[in-house]
């Protein structure tokens, strides 16, 4: 679609919206935005698009003349697309767009995409690493925090793209398509939105969706949906596993990572070279190097990016230690599946922060896996009575809960022994209490440093 003179309509105002009305502003277009909130000071989000001269801005009602006027709608990844507004513009005929098919269209070069329910952040920022290292001109964008349609004219033939892309902005993909993707792994997640497992892996696998037979896919052979889905997709399969050695693909054998090919067995690295702790970073580390290396990418470079880079923040992030007590800020455990990578790594007695947005997760997993190694479930936020009531049917640990994070912080310090670790690792999402997980993690380290 040529987008010059197009009346698209924005759904969404937050940091995606506004990048997408930057970006169709920039192409010709005539963005409009709207954001179902009736509250929203539309004159504060005039002047975060500063190059839109003149632009529409709705709040709460969108007014039946101006959807009658429009050509395409851009939907922010917040936005379900089973509201009834959004079913008016398909019923309308609309084309419906996310922000990643639109930063597509109008961007150039190739895509490496990620997805999957955990390790996203860790493997993009990794694999973003290793191209960068290799190559002029990589673009590390999504889900990672750097809106994709802010850096899409940026782009050149010669560019490659790392995306990572969550199931919310693969529901809106027409014409995406990476070059190598990714699916990490697949644990529940996102129900409110997606209200069934089998439609969050459905959205999860569209990943492929226009892949050809020259591409390819590397999947989690110790997921069982992931290897039964590698067996009837278009493009090339290639698994990783950090228990079992492969025919081929890229495996855990002892503390050896080994990239397997029809033709030949790569000795890659030793775990003990990496920055990175845990068998979920090995998965995350295998991943990574195999889209790098069928992205063309030698072994040496792919050794030498992936032995000098550390652990992303707000991911299992050291914060400080003070009065002999460790303070450790996973903020980016959004789920159960998540935050039990994080108590797994925990090697001290440990005082865990959780709680936070009700997805409509299950707690008891999550709960289970603590091993006794947490002395109190300090809890916040909307979910602190469910999570409580879980885990004293449980009997797993005595809870505590408090009214914010800067109460269990104190808290946590007081009821804290030397050699015993604080970990915020809060099973949910932030929203309701924060912005996002980065704010919680940054307000959790405000909060450990002015103890």
């Known amino acids: ?19 997408a009305a930057e970006l169709l502003a920039k192409v010709g277009a005539q963005p ?24 529409e801005v709705y709040a709460g009602e969108l007014p039946e003349e101006v959807q009658k006027r429009l050509d395409l709608v851009v939907l922010s990844p917040g936005v379900p697309t089973d509201i009834p507004l959004v079913k008016s513009f398909y019923e309308q005929g609309l084309p419906v767009w996310g922000e990643v098919e639109l930063a597509y269209r109008t961007g150039k070069g190739r895509v490496l995409a990620i997805t999957g329910t955990n390790g996203k952040t860790t493997t993009t920022a990794l694999l973003g690493k290793i191209m960068s290292d290799a190559e002029d001109s990589v673009f590390v964008v999504g889900n990672i925090g750097t809106p994709y349609t802010s850096k899409a004219l940026e782009m050149k033939d010669s560019s490659t793209t790392v995306a990572e892309i969550s199931s919310f902005q693969l529901e809106t993909i027409e014409e ?12 529940e997640d996102h129900l409110n939105r997606h209200h069934t497992m089998e439609e969050y892996i459905r959205v999860k696998e569209l990943i492929v969706k226009n892949q050809t037979a020259e591409d390819y896919c590397i999947l989690n052979y110790e997921d069982e949906v992931l290897r039964e889905f590698g067996r009837h997709i278009v493009p090339k399969t290639v698994y990783f596993s950090s228990v079992r050695k492969l025919d081929e693909g890229i495996y855990l054998d002892g503390d050896l990572i080994v990239l397997k090919t029809a033709d030949e067995e790569i000795p890659l690295v030793h775990t003990g070279e990496l920055k990175l702790l845990g068998q979920h970073n090995f998965e995350n580390v295998m991943a990574a190097s195999a889209m790098a290396y069928y992205a063309g990418v030698s072994v040496e470079n792919i050794r030498k990016s992936i032995c000098a880079f550390t652990a992303v923040e707000h991911r299992i992030e050291y914060v400080m230690e003070k009065n002999g007590v460790a303070y450790y800020n996973d903020s980016k455990g959004t789920n159960p599946d998540a935050a039990i990578k994080g ?14 947005y009700d997805k409509g997760s299950s707690y008891d997993e999550w709960l289970n896996s603590f091993d006794g190694k947490v002395r109190y479930l300090v809890l916040i936020g909307q979910t602190r009575d ?20 800067e109460e269990a912080v104190k808290i946590c310090a007081e009821k804290a022994n030397p050699g015993d670790a604080v970990l915020l690792s809060p099973a949910c999402a932030s929203w309701g209490q924060f ?3 980065e704010q919680r993690g940054d307000m959790f ?7």
Do not use: H, W
């Open 343 to 356: 108590i797994q790594a925990m090697n001290r007695p440990t005082l865990l922060i959780g709680g936070g």
């Open 435 to 437: 912005d996002n997980y």
């Open 32 to 55: 409009v935005i709207y954001d179902g909130n009736k509250d929203l000071d539309k004159e504060t989000v005039i002047k975060k698009v500063p190059d839109c001269n003149n632009i």
């Open 386 to 405: 469910k999570i409580k009531e879980a885990a004293e049917r449980l009997g797993v640990c005595p809870c505590i809960l408090c009214e914010n994070l």
């Open 1 to 19: 679609m040529n987008l010059q003179g197009k009346k698209v309509l924005v759904f969404g105002s937050g940091k995606s919206g506004i990048g």
């Open 445 to 451: 380290k405000e909060y450990v440093r002015a103890l």
């Open 176 to 187: 995406f398509a990476p070059k190598v993707s990714a699916i990490l792994n697949i644990t």
